[in-house]
T-cell receptor
């Protein structure tokens, strides 16, 4: 079982719609969770971090965490063409310094 | 500007010719790490360093070496590159144990022919 798994995509949504990205992780003791956005050929950019159960909102982005289900998600509201990118879920393990990354979900927002 | 700087951005080399990819950060971060990114496989950790003179293997360390002689620098060394090391490489750094996430460098696209 992979440490971090994401819905594989690609995900295509119309402009203005909600894009929903999902991620599950295997280390039950994990405490820190992140979403990165990566444009093609560029480096990952941190867009959200979440540490406790529930929702965290930042602008058009909402991260949701459910530790009991080992599940973290990202919602992008009012999707814009500039949101077209690959989104990486990252989880910091309970026993080390490493961030483990999912393979990413590619989102395309259609104008 | 707070940043992680990698060089070179692009590199084409031949099998067996030693090379070094440099990484430097100006944020006084303790933790630094190297990742490679391949299609369908995501980001995989090669090596990491928790502080000066403290390094350890990640998930895919074979064929790579690192050193951490200064806090700001963490070079990645390929002693004898092979074509299966063709990849996009990222250096990353963070405070403490990485609980606030990483800052990534701009990446190095390496091709070994």
């Amino acid at each position: 079982q992979k440490e971090v798994e994401q819905n594989s995509g690609p995900l295509s949504v119309p402009e203005g719609a909600i894009a929903s990205l999902n991620c599950t992780y295997s280390d039950r003791g994990s405490q820190s969770f992140f979403w990165y956005r990566q444009y093609s050929g560029k480096s990952p950019e941190l867009i959200m971090s979440i540490y406790s159960n529930g929702d965290k909102e930042d602008g058009r982005f909402t991260a949701q965490l459910n530790k009991a289900s080992q599940y973290v998600s990202l919602l992008i509201r009012d999707s814009q063409p500039s949101d077209s990118a690959t989104y990486l879920c990252a989880v910091k393990g309970s026993n080390d310094y490493k961030l483990s990354f999912g393979a990413g979900t590619t989102v395309t927002v259609r104008a | 500007e707070a940043q992680v700087t990698q060089n070179p951005r692009y590199l084409i080399t031949v099998t067996g010719k030693k090379l070094t990819v440099t990484c430097s950060q100006n944020m006084n971060h303790e933790y630094m790490s190297w990742y490679r990114q391949d299609p369908g496989l995501g980001l995989r950790q090669i090596y990491y360093s928790m502080n000066v003179e403290v390094t350890d293997k990640g998930d895919v360390p074979e064929g790579y070496k690192v050193s951490r002689k200064e806090k700001r620098n963490f070079p990645l060394i390929l002693e004898s590159p092979s074509p299966n090391q063709t990849s996009l490489y990222f250096c990353a750094s963070s405070f403490g144990q990485g609980g606030r996430g990483y800052t990534f460098g701009s990446g190095t696209r390496l091709t070994v022919v």
